[in-house]
């Protein structure tokens, strides 16, 4: 199956600081997304990003499908940023109805 | 909109008990259902996948089951529950078609004991 990797596994920042996550996946997709969990374990839906780039607000994303690779910037990090980051993908699949494919997360800590 | 309702939020279950998690969609008709599994630590796992009424299909061999009864509804069950089945399960919706980006319930973390 598809494989997704994502880095760095842990990462951890100054409150203010900028930073960049990285997902890597070894075949075409046609839906990338990126979420974010909470502690309480909710995954909040960051971006729906299968190519191109989008923003919102302090955090944007960038999908280059053709390298197989998607970008997830944060600015100006605040404390309410920490938790983990998801990373999942979905095959090309005719129709059906395949589930995602989760990389392992990056876990952010941002202090104050 | 669509929202995704899922519960209990938090279950105590004895080995070899019974389990019946249940999820159901508002807003939306002929959704794409899952269940996933999120065992300690992280990385997310899909167990069923359902595209109508009736219809599961199981992704990884194990001690559970799905049912999907109703058009919006969906249900995670096991008859014996093991030690291993402990963890955090997550039911998400998707359109058929198009943009099918998925959107999660806030989740039932299981703790069989």
């Known amino acids: 199956g598809i494989q997704v990797e994502q880095s760095p596994p842990d990462l951890i920042l100054q409150e203010g600081a900028n930073s960049t996550l990285r997902c890597n996946f070894s075949d075409s997709v046609n839906n990338l997304q990126w979420f974010h969990q909470n502690p309480w374990g909710q995954l909040i839906n960051l971006f729906y990003i299968p190519s191109g780039t989008k923003q919102n607000g302090r955090l944007s994303a960038t999908t280059v499908a053709t390298e197989r690779y998607s970008l997830l910037y944060i600015s100006s990090s605040q404390t309410t940023d920490s938790g983990v980051y998801f990373c999942a993908v979905r095959l090309y699949s005719g129709g059906g109805a395949d589930g995602l494919t989760f990389g392992k997360g990056t876990h952010l800590i941002i202090q104050p | 909109s669509q929202t995704i309702h899922q519960w209990p939020a938090t279950l105590v279950q004895p080995v070899g008990s019974p389990l019946s998690l249940e999820c159901t969609v508002e807003?939306?008709?002929?959704?794409?259902l899952y269940w996933y599994r999120q065992a300690a630590g992280r990385g997310l796992q899909l167990l069923f996948y359902?595209?109508?009424?009736?219809?599961i299909s199981s992704e990884v061999p194990q001690n559970l089951s799905a049912s999907r009864p109703q058009d919006r509804q969906f249900i995670l069950s096991s008859k014996k529950l093991l030690l291993s089945d402990s963890g955090f399960y997550l039911c998400?919706?998707?359109?058929?078609?198009?943009?099918?980006?998925?959107?999660f319930g806030q989740g039932t973390r299981l703790t069989v004991v």
């Open positions: 359902s595209v109508g009424i009736g219809q």
């Open positions: 998400a919706w998707s359109r058929m078609l198009g943009n099918t980006e998925a959107f």
């Open positions: 807003g939306t008709s002929n959704p794409n």
